[in-house]
């Protein structure tokens, strides 16, 4: 017996009474905006809701319209992103409204093959949007509706081997009715109740059809497999100030690690802890007391700080610059580098 239509009526029926209030969810009955579906999705990847509220609902007031972000510039963006992370999102973020603009006259296109040809747009984006933003049947598959799924059908191989059964699974459940309800329900369902270490299966609107609730397991799934410990990386960060209350900043290159953003400047990071590098300007430096400690998605960093004060203002070398210490905020400074400046300014 096909049970998914019933599974489908009963998790819109739980939808329609507990979906989650979301700046960038339409309202019952209000037709969604497919720029603020992309631009959620986009800030979503890798970040959970709770942080992407703040950043979502001061970007859509700074560029209301796609328009408006396609007429930005890039380091606007950048620094607008600051403290989210995964800083390319925002890159691509750039250049796809730019792209859609230039080549699809400022609207979204309405297929996932078609926004998958656009910048930062993968498989599940695009599923998204196309399920949220247009209600076409799409099965958008992020880690809420991986657990949700591989409790539901009690899949016990681990992911990411799971994951293309997971996908066929969640693709056999989704609805031609609502599609787009549906997919935000299997999220609000697996940030909410289906939650990774303390499901409440009580309040589930699956509970009778959920097999790993029948076997008695809920909170050991989805299984993985265990990921390599990561390595730690070394350097040293240099604040320095001028006799002009400016403080040197640097941009790092466009591609690679923290692309196009601005940091403070720092030695190269590396696996083993040596003496300190050489300064970007002579002057009487000082090592601080403490360490900057941050984790990146496959390494830790422990950066040392060393402070200088000069007397004048010389000349930055390469790629660096002189900013107001009084406008640090400003200046868009990663996650990283913010902790660099609270410890160098506490100081």
Not at 132 to 159: H, K, M, Q, W, Y
Request: with cysteine; proline share 10%; hydrophobic share 40%.
């Amino acid at each position: 017996m096909n049970t998914s239509p019933r599974l489908a009526r009963d998790l819109l029926a739980w939808y329609d009474a507990n979906r989650r209030v979301l700046p960038w969810r339409a309202a019952p009955g209000e037709c969604p905006d497919p720029y603020r579906v992309w631009l959620s999705e986009i800030m979503l990847q890798q970040t959970t809701a709770g942080r992407v509220g703040e950043y979502f609902t001061r970007f859509a007031a700074r560029w209301p319209t796609l328009a408006a972000l396609a007429r930005a510039s890039e380091d606007e963006v950048l620094a607008q992103w600051a403290g989210l992370g995964y800083y390319a999102r925002a890159r691509n973020l750039h250049a796809c409204a730019r792209t859609v603009v230039e080549k699809h006259a400022g609207r979204f296109p309405d297929t996932e093959d078609a926004l998958l040809t656009l910048p930062g747009i993968g498989r599940y984006t695009a599923a998204a949007i196309a399920a949220i933003a247009f209600d076409l049947p799409a099965t958008p598959v992020d880690g809420n509706v991986e657990r949700v799924i591989s409790r539901l059908r009690n899949i016990r191989e681990p992911l990411p081997r799971s994951r293309p059964l997971i996908r066929r699974h969640a693709a056999v459940l989704t609805p031609r009715r609502r599609p787009g309800d549906y997919a935000q329900a299997v999220m609000d369902l697996g940030a909410t109740i289906c939650t990774p270490r303390s499901p409440s299966c009580t309040g589930c609107p699956w509970h009778h059809s959920c097999a790993a609730r029948a076997a008695g397991s809920p909170a050991e799934l989805p299984r993985r497999i265990p990921r390599p410990a990561r390595p730690t990386r070394y350097g040293t960060a240099f604040w320095c100030l001028d006799a002009e209350g400016g403080v040197l900043l640097r941009r790092r290159p466009a591609s690679g690690l923290l692309g196009g953003m601005v940091e403070v400047p720092t030695s190269d990071w590396t696996r083993v802890s040596g003496p300190a590098a050489d300064p970007p300007l002579p002057g009487h430096w000082r090592e601080l007391a403490g360490t900057v400690r941050h984790t990146f998605t496959h390494f830790h960093l422990e950066l040392r700080v060393r402070t200088a004060q000069l007397a004048g203002r010389p000349r930055a070398p390469g790629r660096c610059f002189w900013h107001p210490v009084a406008t640090l905020d400003a200046a868009g400074l990663p996650s990283v580098m913010r902790k660099v400046a609270q410890l160098a300014t506490r100081a």
